[in-house]
């Protein structure tokens, strides 16, 4: 991925974070947007610029049309191109479906959904041919195992059928467009231990949560050139939890 630059939202924790790091290891120069952590993003970009590579952080809520828009300008401007968009920024409301108040509704499918729509089409304006546009869903995208997610697993079902019909829209142009669907992976937002991480734990094939790498890695294949094949696909890394 030498020469390539990779737009990598909500890459200042947790999944992105492995992600910002998995492609700038393989050579990629990094732009990653954040929130709130403008610290945690720092301390991404100096560990990447320490092991030789190249990233910046642009604070951008993926629920602000015109941030994340602004955020795929400044990516290019600062770093030449884009070859590379992980659509990462991702949130959920865990809590029983009648429960959530419109707010919280709204701001699921702002992030999790109009989010991915605003970065992806910016992007695709200045993607070079043969080009990546990989989504972070999830494995309820496909299969839901418990109470509590409703309202999430819509969206990320949305984020499946938006990656299947975008490829048939970019595959002349060779690039390619996937969607990444991690089951429970040790993060601020699903922590691996407590009451909310025992049913998740029980319906693994596995018996445990999965590491941010177990998905960064796959992320930094999809994006490589080993992968110019794959397209439209949603690839599961859940511990065989929709097995
Ligand atoms: P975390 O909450 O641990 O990290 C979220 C990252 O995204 C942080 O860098 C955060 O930075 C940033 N972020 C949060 N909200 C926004 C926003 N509105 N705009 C831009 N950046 C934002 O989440 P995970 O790493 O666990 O999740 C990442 C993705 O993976 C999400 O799409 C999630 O749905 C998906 N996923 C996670 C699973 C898991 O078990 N962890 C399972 C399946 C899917 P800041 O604090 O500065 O906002």
Not at 103 to 108: F, G, P, S, Y
Not at 151 to 162: C, H, I, L, Q, S
Not at 219 to 227: L, Q, R, Y
């Amino acid at each position: 991925m030498t020469g390539k630059v990779a737009l990598v939202t909500g890459g200042s924790r947790g999944i992105g974070a492995g992600i910002a790091r998995a492609l700038a290891a393989n050579g990629a120069s990094i732009a990653l947007t954040y929130t709130s952590g403008a610290a945690a993003a720092a301390s991404v970009v100096s560990d990447i610029e320490r092991a030789g590579g190249m990233a910046i952080a642009i604070q951008a809520d993926a629920a602000d049309a015109k941030a994340v828009q602004a955020a795929v300008e400044k990516t290019v401007s600062d770093l030449g191109r884009l070859d590379i968009l992980v659509n990462n920024a991702g949130t959920a409301i865990p809590k029983p479906f009648i429960e959530a108040t419109l707010e919280e509704l709204d701001r699921v499918v702002a992030i999790n959904i109009r989010g991915v729509f605003i970065a992806t089409q910016a992007a695709l304006r200045h993607m070079q041919d043969g080009g990546r546009i990989i989504s972070i869903g999830s494995c309820v995208g496909e299969r839901m195992m418990t109470p509590g997610l409703a309202a999430y697993a819509a969206t990320k079902g949305a984020v499946k059928m938006f990656t299947q019909g975008l490829a048939r829209e970019v595959g002349s142009r060779g690039i390619t467009a996937n969607n990444i669907q991690p089951g429970p992976i040790d993060t601020d937002l699903n922590p691996a231990v407590g009451d909310w991480a025992a049913p998740q734990i029980a319906n693994t094939a596995l018996k445990r949560y999965g590491h941010v790498d177990d998905i960064a890695s796959l992320v930094a294949f999809v994006a490589g050139p080993h992968a110019s094949y794959i397209t439209g696909a949603s690839l599961t890394v859940d511990g065989g939890t929709n097995a």
